[in-house]
């Protein structure tokens, strides 16, 4: 039996989805559609075919019109023009829109990017007075500003007049700005969940007096990458950004897609895995000037240049994750009295910390803060990521006195803070998850659309799901629920990290693969069903496509057993977690086979009331009696059962003398009235063929039977014995039990073992009654 990962919530089954008179959408369609609030026609059409008559007015946006007449008046007076974009990957794709956008208008004008490390996020003082010094009166900023209260006086001070684009959460007090553009400070404005980038893309619209699709490449990257909802105007953005990035012939966006191996159709799942990471790659470990040189150059030659420094840093980055998730890792320790996962440590890359942070949350269902100590500044900076059910920001704004610098939203965060805070921020946030959430509340959660089998599974049921796409925050990609028996799994990737099998029914297969589910191999047994909850999708490989499963998690509800006879010193690391006991029955010590503190030593000796249920049972020793094994087994009741026996001699595979034999071997004593064990075996061996080991067992037989003696060395007939069937010796029955035993638990098959052990199991009603009356 294996538990899911993670909660598993199934749709509500939809026995009222409205019969909309259209041969366009199948009952699949319709059922999916309705999951995501979608009840009429028109609204399904609207939503399977966005049209970018559904954005909004751009005039809805408060001070959009202000800001468009100062940025006009700045152009035709032939006024410098700074854009203040933000080091990801919606600040560089905003900053790419904006500046496109201004060369257009004929305007003078630059942009800057803060250095992550030396300035940190969003506006500062001092860049403000560079850019003042350098004769930039007016400043736009783009996917940034919302917080910049200080920063914006200081600009006023200044005489800069400041136009702040961004999509953040506003905070308690709003900047003294020339004109704040952002959907959640317009009243008037029908959607409010725009990326930086669909903000700057509003400004762009309104400057230049007509849509601008040229940059809607732009606005699908920052749009997807940025992780806002894609429903609304960010479905349109997105949708159709896609299909302009699919035709790009910007030569960076050309250059990026070729070291990303991208050809053909541009999916949301290219930027979300390949295009974004990069071009926040560059913002992670250097000045992210780089990243928006790309998107702006003209000259291919010098595109392909830069794209493939961008790979190198992508690269680069990689290595540096995968470095300081490790550290932070074995700082964290048990998670169970944690509510909030908080690490800390000098010398960590400021730029990658997010990254790790959700290696954390995904690892151990936790939020998490990893920040960075800069024992010289005595402060530390770092990011935050969260689960579903704890809102990071409006909590962490609760404790806002504890931080220099705070920024974000309900997932993610950016802060910097005093290190003497530390243990401040640590006891604050577990405080406040505790008082919000029960223990259950920290398992992630996935949603289930529907439960479906194999033979339903096809080419053309994955492409009519595409009709939902593009896929992501607030409209994820259908996950399906299948149940069969897996074949052919095996462990995949670097470190075999990911899980591979394929499911089969009649003359149909589909292959499943679950990336970061290496480790579940373990728990795969023979015959056994399982569950997996999934998105479907086509895997193309040198030419040919093949649907299959992408499994996110699994699920096994039957009892298991898991064979590993003859192995020697079987690991049962694999099967062993920190949290949970298990049990062994092994009369050998504990070191001898290194078990883990939180395995429990019993044997067939120990007493079976003093033995508590186990979920998974490790059976290293061989029973001398059936009977007080189904006892012991059915007293601990597992779920699980590892079958570790080891034979070293064997009773069931060496041949039972016959009665003819023992007949044959008692005659010759009854002759010779006693025998040499050291001269006389070694000939009676060699004229029957018999082992040393099969006389040594018939004339047990005999001593126990008190038919002979057995006396330094010489094997002595009694003259007078008592008459005795071969059945009434102890030795001749042991032998017998051992061979069954053997039979039973060694030597039967695997699903001869499983049967068997079923059927103890499940009669468990009859234990009470064992336990007085039985041992």
């Known amino acids: 039996m294996l538990e899911s990962k993670m909660k598993w919530k199934f749709a509500d089954s939809q026995n009222d989805i409205p019969n909309w008179d259209s041969n366009r959408f199948s009952p699949l369609i319709k059922e999916l559609l309705f999951q995501r609030g979608i009840t009429t026609r028109e609204e399904a059409e609207a939503f399977v075919s966005p049209d970018l008559t559904q954005l909004y007015s751009v005039k809805l946006l408060s001070d959009i019109d202000k800001a468009a007449e100062r940025i006009h008046r700045a152009v035709n007076a032939d006024e410098k023009i700074l854009v203040y974009g933000d080091y990801d990957a919606d600040g560089v794709s905003s900053t790419a829109i904006m500046i496109n956008t201004l060369h257009e208008l004929g305007a003078h004008c630059d942009y800057y990017i803060p250095n992550r490390f030396t300035e940190g996020y969003g506006p500062n003082e001092e860049a403000f007075r560079a850019a003042y010094e350098n004769g930039y009166h007016l400043i736009i900023t783009v996917d940034n500003g919302i917080a910049a209260v200080n920063e914006a006086a200081y600009a006023k001070n200044l005489g800069i007049d400041l136009i702040i684009t961004d999509h953040h959460e506003p905070q308690e007090q709003l900047p003294d700005a020339y004109a704040i553009i952002h959907p959640k400070c317009s009243p008037d404005y029908g959607f409010k969940d725009l990326a930086g980038v669909g903000v700057a893309l509003k400004l762009a619209e309104c400057l230049l007096g007509y849509f601008p699709k040229q940059l809607l490449d732009f606005a699908a990257i920052g749009t997807i990458a940025d992780l806002v909802p894609l429903t609304g105007e960010n479905r349109v953005i997105a949708y159709y950004g896609l299909q302009a990035l699919s035709r790009s012939g910007k030569p960076g966006l050309k250059a990026l897609m070729k070291v990303c191996g991208i050809d053909g159709r541009i999916t949301e799942e290219d930027i979300g895995f390949s295009i974004g990471p990069r071009l926040n790659a560059v913002g992670r470990l250097q000045d992210a000037d780089l990243a928006v040189h790309l998107l702006l150059t003209d000259v291919q030659d010098e595109a392909y240049q830069i794209a493939e420094r961008v790979q190198s840093i992508n690269e680069e980055r990689k290595s540096i994750v995968s470095t300081i998730v490790k550290e932070a890792e074995e700082m964290t320790g048990p998670v169970e009295d944690q509510g909030v996962i908080v690490v800390a440590k000098e010398g960590w890359n400021q730029g990658v910390l997010g990254i790790v942070a959700s290696n954390l949350v995904r690892k151990y269902d936790r939020p998490a803060i990893v920040l960075s100590i800069l024992p010289e500044d005595g402060v530390m900076k770092g990011s935050a990521r969260s689960i579903p059910t704890f809102d990071l920001f409006t909590n962490c704004m609760k404790i806002r006195d504890t931080f220099t610098h705070f920024g974000g939203h309900s997932q993610a965060a950016g802060m910097t803070l005093p290190i003497d805070n530390f243990r401040t921020l640590t006891a604050e946030l577990n405080n406040l998850i505790y008082q919000e959430l029960r223990t259950e509340d920290f398992t992630q959660e996935i949603e289930v659309s529907k439960s479906i089998a194999l033979p339903e599974i096809n080419e053309e049921l ?33 470190n075999k990290k990911h899980l591979k099998m394929q499911f089969r029914h009649q003359n149909k297969t589909l292959d499943g693969i679950g990336f970061g589910l290496g480790d579940l191999y373990y728990y795969m047994t023979p015959k056994t069903p399982i569950s997996v909850v999934g998105e479907l999708g086509i895997n193309e490989w040198n030419g040919f496509r093949k649907v299959q499963i992408v499994m996110q998690d699994m699920k096994i509800d039957e009892h298991q057993l898991f064979d590993h006879r003859g192995k020697i010193q079987p690991r049962i690391t694999p099967y062993v977690q920190p949290n949970n006991m298990y049990t062994v029955v092994c009369q050998a010590k504990r070191n001898e086979y290194d078990f883990p503190d939180n395995v429990r030593c019993v044997t067939y000796d120990t007493d079976v009331n003093s033995l508590e249920e186990t979920e998974t049972l490790f059976l290293f020793d061989m029973p001398t ?56 075996l070694p000939m009676i061996m060699e004229a029957k063929g018999w082992t040393k080991a099969r006389i040594e067992f018939m004339t047990d037989v005999f001593f126990d039977l008190g038919f002979v003696k057995i006396e330094d060395g010489f094997i002595t007939i009694n003259p007078k014995p008592v008459q005795k069937d071969l059945a009434a010796s102890a030795v001749y029955q042991e032998r017998l039990t051992k061979a069954d035993i053997e039979k039973t638990l060694y030597y039967s098959t695997y699903e001869e073992l499983k049967t068997w052990l079923s059927e103890c199991l499940e009669d468990r009603g009859s234990l009470k009654e064992e336990v007085v009356y039985g041992l």
Request: with cysteine.
């Open 625 to 680: 009696d059936l009977k007080s094994f189904k006892l012991l087994l059915k007293q601990l009741n597992p779920t699980n059962i590892h079958a570790c026996f080891q034979l070293k001699d064997s009773a069931f595979m060496n041949v039972f003398p016959s009665r003819e034999d023992f007949k044959w071997l008692y005659a010759l004593l009854f002759k010779r009235k006693q025998i040499n064990t050291d001269k006389d």
């Open 462 to 494: 994955v492409e009519e799901i595409r009709q939902l796409a593009p896929f992501g925050m607030a409209n994820p990609k259908p996950v399906f629920h299948l149940e069969g028996v897996p074949a052919n799994t095996r462990q995949i990737g670097n």
